[in-house]
């Protein structure tokens, strides 16, 4: 019986420092050509464009201000953005890791440019024309 709890104990252990090393990678990964695509597809780089509810760089809508707000909460973090955080870039570039880092924990490229655009329930078919005028705008 001891040995079957130390089989479960390392196992967990093992599951806990992959999830870690996971999360250590996602803080790393370069998100650099997918933003300045995605920015340039929905903005052309202008901080102060505005779509409807989408503003910004990266045309943010409220909803996903209040998305990273509760991630950041769930973490612990003190940190909090406001509606006005999207007409900055690079606050708008930190809440798109932050949404990525959650939503995309893997750094899948396509899933990240699918979530931007159709959001986290995102429809396949419906972001596919996104999906390829972004990966046009990387290359």
Same mark, same amino acid.
């Given at each position: 019986m001891m040995r079957f709890f130390k089989v479960v104990i390392v196992s967990f252990l093992m599951i806990l420092a992959s @999830?870690?090393?996971a999360n250590a990678q996602s803080s790393k990964f370069n998100w650099g050509p997918v933003m300045d695509a995605i920015i340039q597809l929905e903005s052309k780089g202008n901080a102060l464009a505005v779509n409807g509810s989408y503003v910004g760089v990266l045309q943010i809508s409220p909803i996903l201000v209040k998305e990273c707000n509760n991630i950041l909460k769930s973490r612990g973090s003190s940190k909090r953005y406001?509606? @006005?955080?999207r007409f900055n870039a690079t606050k708008s570039k930190e809440?798109?890791?932050?949404?990525?880092?959650?939503?995309?924990?893997?750094?899948?490229?396509?899933?990240?440019?699918r979530l931007w655009s159709g959001g986290i329930k995102y429809d396949v078919a419906k972001t596919q024309r996104y999906l390829t005028r972004v990966l046009k705008l990387m290359r």
């Open positions: @999830s870690v090393e406001t509606l @006005s955080d809440m798109f890791v932050v949404i990525q880092s959650f939503h995309n924990p893997l750094n899948n490229i396509e899933k990240a440019i």
